[in-house]
């Protein structure tokens, strides 16, 4: 497709546009990412080692909790993200991933509880660290078995990664 626009023409060309590229890097690869990091900040409270020195014991409850809140959220995004592009074969397996994620959000508000010291007057931030392991459990178990649905739909590995040099040269010869 050629347009004219006065002294120069503008060659759109004809491929559609697509933006998979780009979508699998923003709304999916960069989400797995995220997931790893919230899932070592949940477990400690830090991403690096010796990280942790300088935060006190409620700010490290405080990011341990909110990196449990991301990991929940991220993984709905997730899921959202890659739904349409899954093969029907796995569309059940990410059903039930969104159900238990669902069953996880009544209890996410319980994870956690603040008080004030009466003698301080600090605010104190503590965690049902049984509540919380078991949550934790849940999406750590998601978050691994979401990767085979993704894989087969070529959503992380292509199919191949080999290059027929003779079928790009036939295209070519061809004029396509």
Excluded: C
Aim: no cysteine; glycine share 8%.
């Amino acid at each position: 497709m050629v347009f004219s626009k006065g002294d120069g023409d503008i060659d759109l060309g004809t491929d559609n546009w697509n933006v998979a590229d780009g979508y699998t890097k923003i709304k999916i690869l960069k989400q797995l990412i995220f997931l790893d990091r919230f899932d070592t900040i949940s477990q400690f409270g830090t991403e690096d080692m010796g990280e942790d020195i300088q935060y006190d014991d409620n700010t490290i409850k405080r990011r341990r909790v909110e990196a449990l809140q991301r990991f929940h959220s991220t993984l709905k995004q997730l899921l959202g993200n890659v739904g349409f592009a899954l093969k029907s074969a796995d569309q059940g397996k990410i059903k039930a991933f969104q159900g238990r994620l669902a069953t996880v959000d009544e209890f996410m508000v319980k994870v956690f509880k603040t008080s004030e010291d009466k003698i301080s007057h600090a605010q104190l931030f503590d965690i049902e660290e049984k509540l919380f392991a078991k949550i934790l459990e849940i999406l750590q178990d998601i978050k691994d078995k979401i990767n085979t649905p993704l894989n087969n739909a070529n959503l992380i590995f292509r199919a191949s990664e080999e290059i027929d040099l003779d079928k790009i040269m036939d295209g070519i010869v061809e004029g396509g």
